[in-house]
């Protein structure tokens, strides 16, 4: 029985009518009713507006144009049916700042949306804007990006834009908005450095930010942006236009476009490339979401049942393997990439999607530019499509090119995340030490015994903090009872660094380098403002801490055999030396690549009592990070006191 059969209101999925009978999930919609030209949306002149919509279910098609984003009324003005399923309307005349939404008629029922390939909108996202695009460029706007020789050079900084700005003791003027990230010289507590200062002080390389598309959540509404507020923005509404809470004028459009790109231009001209965090696995609300409305049944997973399929935990899974779902989403990153001159995506729930969309974005963007970076959750989840087609880590062999997060090495080093007491290898567990040597030598295959998911480093991103879960120093608090906030810091100083010089691609969260609190809240997607912002007075009272986590960040900048380029090298080049329960030690040996130093020694030691190791003969080693660490380094042996990471070099 087809699941046409099964829905209860089948109306509700299309009108067999419109399509001859074909119904919307059968295979031979896809191969009858795609489309692949490159006109969806709108195309703006001055003299005239050219509007093309796909509908292939709608039995009528009308353009309603407004004056403005709250107008009860618009002019209605009937589409003409083109060929495989489309709609066309040309209105002669400058249309720029109207706003619009089309209406289909599905059975009996008229249903209204915005655009899906909207690049403009109104307030809360509820109507498509018609703009001149080029008349939103800042003055300044150059497609010059900061180099990237390969994505293990990379040193990624995930940000929630408002968290950056909002503290009383930001310094920073434009609270929670893009241009908020784009004031220089803004100091805290202290004279501190605060927001992009700090950031580009730090010396990383790359700044991920949490969703700024336009995004629904009933926890911000643009109209009211005086009263409290906060949310993540996993919420998809609009992806190819800008969140307006962010704005310093959400009722203007094209405002909105202007200061994200004014922000992304200064972070460029800092040095600082941009990392997009984008939600194709699932939208808002599956039954109110554009998609639905204008083409009901296509977009989404359904069950058998017609339920919908939900391993998001969102409510619903857009369905990634549909031609015109493949392509929306493959033309909007590049969309962003061209229009916003957007460096790198993060895909969210990236299991959730199929392998053939992630290679086809991966193969159009090295189009463009091979240093756009890709990166993703991998995680395997329960959607309605074979496990074998989900570019998950599993299948990351058909992936090259697009990085995974290793939970695996994140959960050895802090502690599992849902096991919220249990602590990890800087917590003093042992029997950790194998799969964290996965993350060390960039999730390759490293002998018989050892390997995680990744065929090369590039594919493999290691991290013990982000926007999820607890943050580092409350994961560390709750698994550590007993224990002192010095002890404390030591272990998160360690996990730091083993992120910092693992193979592969570090990744660090806001506020990790100044050990950030969320109060113990474990996931703060609409907690207070208060409880998400970055504490500039805590980073004040942790500037040790932050220089710490620079000197990490210099230390890998400074030394290629921490960002070797292949397995091949890793595997030549990394050895794993004799080290006691609690701590792990390796040498990078004979690199090739231009380090200053011939050999480098590591040592990270979890062991609250130290440990003395013998140290291989190579030549005579040089303290190079960790000194204070260090009580003896002679008669080819190393005393290390305390918790913490030692490096030492034979320099050449």
């Known amino acids: 029985m087809s699941v046409q059969k099964e829905l209860k209101e089948p109306i509700y999925y299309g009108d067999p009518a419109a399509t001859g009978g074909i119904s919307v999930f059968a295979q031979e919609f896809d191969e009858l009713f795609s489309y692949d030209g490159d006109d969806l949306g709108v195309t703006y002149t001055p003299a005239s507006s050219a509007f093309c919509l796909w509908a292939p279910t709608a039995q009528e098609a009308a353009v309603v144009l407004y004056g403005s984003w709250h107008e009860a009324a618009g002019d209605i003005l009937p589409m003409i049916r083109d060929v495989r399923g489309t709609w066309r ?84 003027a434009h609270k929670g908005q893009y241009l908020g990230l784009a004031e220089e010289g803004t100091r805290g507590p202290g004279g501190i450095l605060t927001g992009l200062d700090h950031i580009s002080d730090l010396g990383v390389t790359h700044v991920q930010l949490l969703p700024i598309y336009d995004y629904a959540t009933e926890s911000v509404d643009e109209t009211q942006l005086d009263q409290p507020h906060y949310n993540w923005g996993y919420d998809p509404k609009n992806y190819n236009a800008p969140e307006g809470s962010y704005a310093t004028d959400p009722y203007d459009p ?223 608090v709750i698994s550590s009872k007993g224990e002192s906030d010095e002890r404390r810091r030591e272990m998160h100083r360690l996990a730091s660094a083993m992120v910092m010089t693992s193979q592969g691609i570090p990744f660090l969260h806001a506020g990790q380098e100044f050990m950030r609190t969320k109060d113990g809240v474990e996931n703060s997607f609409k907690s207070p403002v208060e409880i998400n912002r970055m504490d500039w007075e805590r980073a004040a009272a942790h500037v040790e801490d932050i220089a710490y986590m620079k000197q990490l960040i210099a230390l890998r900048q400074a030394h290629p055999a921490f ?26 040996r004979d690199h090739a690549g231009g380090d200053p130093a ?18 291989p003969q190579l030549g005579e080693w040089s303290i190079l990070f960790g000194e204070d660490l260090v009580s003896k380094l002679a008669g080819g042996k190393l005393t290390a006191k305390g918790i913490g990471m030692v490096v030492l070099a034979v320099r050449q």
Request: with cysteine.
């Open 89 to 172: 309307l040309s209105v002669a005349g400058n249309l720029e700042g109207k706003f619009y939404t089309y209406r289909v008629r599905i059975g009996e029922q008229w249903n209204e949306a915005a655009d899906p390939y909207a690049r403009a909108v109104g307030v809360n996202g509820d109507r498509a804007v018609i703009l001149d695009l080029r008349k939103t460029d800042p003055q300044r706007w150059t497609e010059d990006k900061p180099p990237l020789a390969d994505p293990v050079d990379a040193v990624i900084y995930e940000l929630h834009l408002r968290d950056l700005s909002v503290h009383p003791a930001s310094g920073i």
């Open 254 to 476: 094209a405002l909105r476009i202007r200061e994200l790109k004014t922000m992304i231009q200064t972070l460029h001209d800092r040095g600082l490339r941009v990392i997009m965090d984008v939600v194709y696995n699932h939208v808002y609300d599956g039954y109110l979401v554009n998609f639905t409305k204008l083409v009901p049944g296509y977009y989404l997973r359904y069950k058998q049942n017609g339920s919908l399929s939900n391993g998001s935990g969102c409510g619903n899974d857009v369905a990634s393997e549909r031609i015109m779902m493949t392509r929306f989403i493959v033309e909007s990153v590049l969309y962003w990439a061209h229009e916003y001159h957007i460096d790198g995506f993060r895909f969210d729930l990236m299991g959730l999607l199929d392998i053939e969309t992630m290679q086809e974005i991966r193969r159009r963007l090295d189009e463009i530019d091979p240093s756009l970076m890709t990166i993703g959750e991998g995680w395997l989840l329960d959607t309605e499509l074979p496990a074998e087609r989900l570019a998950s880590q599993s299948n990351a062999d058909a992936l090259p090119g697009i990085g995974q997060f290793n939970d695996g090495f994140r959960d050895a080093v802090k502690g599992n995340i849902f096991r919220y007491e249990e602590p990890g290898f800087i917590g003093g567990k042992t029997g950790l030490e194998q799969v964290v040597k996965t993350g060390i030598t960039g999730g390759v295959v490293y002998g018989q015994s050892m390997g995680a998911f990744a065929d090369e480093p590039q594919q493999c991103v290691n991290f013990v903090e982000c926007h999820d879960n607890h943050t580092l120093w409350d994961k560390i």
């Open 563 to 588: 960002r070797l380029r292949s397995a091949e090298e890793i595997r030549a080049q990394l050895m794993f030396e004799k080290a006691p329960a609690g701590a792990i030690a390796y040498t990078l």
């Open 598 to 615: 011939l050999h480098l020694y590591v040592l990270y030691n979890s062991n609250t009592a130290g440990v003395s190791l013998d140290v």
